[in-house]
């Protein structure tokens, strides 16, 4: 049967980048040798690494007055490694609290400086991105969650400052087209639409670095990655081979801006069948903050909670329950997911209204 | 044409083993969904997970008394991560310099208590493992480099103290049976022996853990870890699961006795026609401390250099050139070496003498 992957992450992948994963398993540019077993230091592999690189720059048009690094550890890595390498002790960073990951952005940048939340919508549970909210100039950045994988909000603004913004945008990024020059640093786990577990891209601009004063280990250090072209260890070479594959894939669909349109198709789809089905509602109270990558909702009743889920199952839906601090489903609809993989499930939902409704 | 991989790392893995983490790229136990693109919370990776670490305790034969990690960042990280979790700023810890690796390790641990380094090799370029050294009994702990994969060295012998030894074991690790009880904290990054790179296996006695004073970012402390089973961030799923199935080849081989005398006789038989032969030597000093997973050598001259170099080549021989910083070859001979693979070096050895001595 054919499976349609909603996971929220790691998550579904192009087929055509799988087959290719598959064979670089077994023999990697005719090698006669697996991706899995040659040196970091191959041609073949600085080949690979160089056109990851390449890639990230042409997707998000990026000047060379930013780095690229491929790293490993997460982004919950980054959650500490941002703020060692930007903040000094006295000075101050600003969070908005839009979900479970910016709360543990936040907390794991105190122990570097002075932390300010300049928003939050913990109390509702994060049903919504707020508002209202000001940068103070002094803030030596923002920090933003660009995408609450857990919650099913979006950024679909940025804010109007001159304050650099570092935003965590594993859930998104590669999704849509981006104002770059507005963010200071970009992180992202590869394992939503970039490709597998295992690398989380960052992205710095160069003239925010070198200038904290604490002594930093020094694999925490950018300067470190990005002097050594991200092999000052030996980097994780499968994540970035299969996330270059990946890049190259967004490439051939068009770039962002046609990812992007085909994503909001996607996100049309499945919102207009949301609002006009009875037996379900989103868990996003402004629906100007939903997300396009992990629309999240309710059965209004137990009942219809068990058969949609079985209906689900019945159709190959996979992975499409909501994360344990909401409930309900979550249908985390990235890049690889296609339109039709979204039919089918808007498909199961009118059906079920139709028998139960 | 058949190739013999004798790369440093990421290195030679069993052809098996590359077989099934190719039909996993596809299809994971039939599934009809890639390893790379389900949930590390899925069922099915947490069974793997699982297996992984009921793995590495039974090729150790390790009691409860230690806790298993697969963590991401490379041995790199451990060099900081390791005396950040167990070493105060006022107690001491003692290193021995048997290589590079030895001597990046010792260098970030400066930074979180006293490092005592009670033996070196680095004026003699690392040709020998130092003896004649002892461990005072106030050092919180003693580091090692088990194997040193630069210099072709290796300890053959553990020393004699109560102090737990902290060993960073990346290139040996499974390559022998080990006196775990002597060891306090083992880690090794996988590319070597234990899969592909991307994920780093830590293994740590847990009444050593919880007893320094300093603050400490989640990702980098060793309980998160510990209590969230590896699984408080997504981990490297596609490194874990190929260090899995070679875990299992492993056991399947025997077990690490069978492996320790299978990689005993790869190494009597190289390192008998090295001494045999009038056109290399090896650039060890002391026979007894020569590494029985790189074993290193020069060509008298340049001449046999490249027609070594180009022998090699034409028999299949590849990543057979050694590390920048001696030159000369490194023949590294990991567990998925078979013993024909070091025959057919042999050979060339052997026949480039009968031509040029």
Redesign the interface.
């Known amino acids: ?3 349609h ?1 909603f ?7 192009p087929a055509s980048v ?2 290719e ?3 670089g ?2 023999n990697i540019n005719d ?4 991706i ?5 230091r ?1 041609k073949d592999f600085i080949a690979i690494a160089a056109q990851a690189e390449q890639l990230v720059r042409e997707l998000l048009n990026l000047s060379d007055d930013y780095a690229v690094m491929f790293l ?6 980054q ?2 490694m941002a703020p060692m390498n930007l903040l000094n002790e006295d000075e101050t960073a600003c969070y908005v609290n839009t979900g479970s990951w910016a709360d ?1 952005a936040a907390k ?1 940048a105190k ?1 570097f400086g002075k932390i300010e939340t300049l928003a939050s919508s913990k109390e509702q549970n994060y049903t919504f991105i707020p508002r209202g909210w000001e940068v103070p100039a002094y803030a030596k950045y923002l920090h933003l969650t660009s995408n609450n994988t857990i919650y099913g909000t979006q950024f679909h603004w940025w804010p109007d400052t001159e304050v650099p913004i570092v935003c965590d945008m594993s859930s998104d990024m590669f999704s849509r087209t981006i104002p770059v020059e507005k963010f200071g640093l970009i992180y992202a ?1 590869a ?1 939503k639409n970039m ?5 989380t891209l960052v992205i710095v601009r160069k003239d925010l670095l070198g200038k904290v004063k604490r ?1 930093l ?4 250090n950018y300067t470190t990655h990005i002097d050594n072209d991200s092999m ?8 970035i081979y ?1 996330s270059m594959l990946t890049m190259k894939w967004i490439k051939e669909q068009g770039g962002l801006t046609a990812i992007e349109a085909h994503n909001q198709a996607k996100g049309d789809l499945f919102y207009h069948e949301l609002d006009a089905n009875p037996l379900f509602h989103g868990t996003v109270t402004v629906k100007e903050d939903r997300s396009l990558m992990n629309p999240t909702f309710l059965a209004i009743n137990e009942e219809v909670d068990k058969a949609f889920d079985a209906a689900a199952k019945a159709a ?1 839906i ?2 499409i329950r909501g994360h344990r601090s909401v409930g309900g489903f979550r249908a985390s609809m990235y890049n690889a997911m296609p339109l039709e993989g979204v039919q089918v499930l808007v498909d199961v939902m009118k059906d079920i209204a139709q028998k139960m409704g």
């Open positions: 049967m054919k499976k992957n996971s929220a992450g790691p998550a579904i992948l799988l087959e994963a598959a064979r398993v077994l090698s006669g040798l697996s899995l077993e040659i040196s970091h191959s490993s550890g997460g982004a919950s890595t959650f500490f543990k794991e122990n786990g394992q490709g597998p577990a295992g690398t002594t280990p020094s694999m925490l000052y260890n030996t980097p994780p070479v499968y994540a299969v190959g996979d992975g």
